[in-house]
Nanobody, 125 residues
């Protein structure tokens, strides 16, 4: 059974930083594209960041480019999202997801097969 567990969320002031982690069990992530999405109250889930199976390629939503960085440690079966210069608009539940095999990147939620339960990030002004 594949499980994804996010951690690292919390309450932070605007301008602050957080590092989210996503630990995966039941499947070795080394051949899979991984991604982060977020969903704010009353909004649809939106793409945040994705990383290729080998870590060579990344892609970001325009709203987070230059502030967020996705990375992976295949030996630890874990994916990370480093978030800097946080804004109140970044407030959302953040989800990690396991995507296609051997892909470069994937920005559509339909490309992902497994999802975590989410971790809340709240940025105060």
């Amino acid at each position: 059974q594949v499980q994804l567990v996010e951690s690292g969320g919390g309450l932070v002031q605007a301008g602050g930083s957080l590092r989210l982690s996503c630990a995966v069990s039941g499947r070795a992530i080394s051949i899979y594209v991984m991604g982060w999405f977020r969903q704010a109250p009353g909004e649809e889930r939106e793409f945040v960041a994705t990383i290729s199976w080998d870590g060579a390629s990344t892609d970001y939503a325009d709203s987070v480019k230059g502030r967020f960085a996705i990375s992976r440690n295949n030996a630890k079966n874990t994916v990370y999202l480093q978030m800097e210069s946080l804004k109140p608009d970044d407030t959302a539940v953040y989800y990690c997801a396991l995507g296609p095999q051997y892909g470069r990147t994937a920005s559509r939620s339909s490309q992902y097969n497994y999802w975590g339960q989410g971790t809340q990030v709240t940025v105060s002004s």
